[in-house]
């Protein structure tokens, strides 16, 4: 009895799999609608890493706060402070990254662009960009371009709109301008 049972139910959840638009399967994926969480930050800025301290260590993940130097603000419900302080997970050569991640290995006098929800907050995936000014620079322009040229479709599996798009593409301008001119 219940084998009979079972092959209905199969036969519904094959159906349903075939069935599934692939654009709605893979926004299951944080990183598919990556432009709509960086849209949703209330807080973006540069900054320049002052000092780290590790936090915590266990064999598969290092928790870190970064003290950063805020350079510029982009965005900002409030008043603009002059550091902000940012928990994240790291690794070394000790604990290995973890698949997925998202880790960093930030480090004293290293440039970062910063979305997150205040000016004092851990950084889930997707909200932050190190590197050099340069490195930085190519990565906002490669994110303008990619925005830029997002058809409708791939706007809705981003989980933004028009009026998004135009708020960010000004958010990537702005901070296109402030790179190079960044000490």
Known sequence: MRGKSFVPLALILGFLLVSTDTSQVTAA?????????RRKAPVVYVGSVREVHQLTRTKFDIKARAVVDVLA?????????????????????????????PQYQLQPGVKVVVFANSFASSIPPGYLIQGSREELLQRIEALRDA????????????????????IQLALYDKLSAYLPTAK
């Open 147 to 166: 925005l830029s040229h997002m058809s409708a479709d791939q706007l809705k599996v981003h989980e933004i709109n028009e009026e998004d798009r135009r």
């Open 29 to 37: 994926n944080m990183r598919s609608f990556i432009e709509g969480v």
């Open 73 to 101: 603000v982009m965005r900002s419900p409030g008043a603009n402070p002059r550091e902000a302080t940012l928990e994240y997970s790291s690794y070394d050569d000790k604990t290995p990254i973890l698949a997925g991640g």
